[in-house]
């Protein structure tokens, strides 16, 4: 059975940082490309990070040199780094396997101006 667990987030004033994490189990994070997404209120879920299972980083155009996607194969987990965080980035986060359909369970993340 697949599952990915989330943890992080929270709330933060503009400027600071989080981290989210994506722990998973019944798979290896290193086969899989994996994504962060986001979905703010009254908005469509979008995707902002992935790390392919090549280790390539592709990231939406608003994170740029803003946010990190990392993998740590030895603990089978996925991060996004978030920094320079702007009232704009506040949404629930999602990993996902992508092209699968297993989701992480989603965290707030709430900045504040």
């Known amino acids: 059975q697949v599952q990915l667990v989330q943890s992080g987030g929270g709330v933060v004033q503009a400027g600071g940082s989080l981290r989210l994490s994506c722990a998973a189990s019944?798979?290896?994070?290193?086969?899989?490309?994996m994504g962060w997404y986001r979905q703010a209120p009254g908005k469509q879920r979008e995707l902002v990070a992935t790390v392919t299972r090549e280790g390539n980083t592709v990231y939406e155009d608003s994170v740029k040199g803003r946010f990190t996607i990392s993998r740590d194969n030895a603990k089978n987990t996925v991060y996004l780094q978030m920094t320079s965080l702007k009232p704009e980035d506040t949404a629930v986060y999602y990993c996902r396997i992508i092209g699968y359909i297993y989701w992480g369970q989603g965290t707030q993340v709430t900045v504040a101006s």
């Open positions: 019944g798979t290896d994070v290193s086969r899989n490309a």
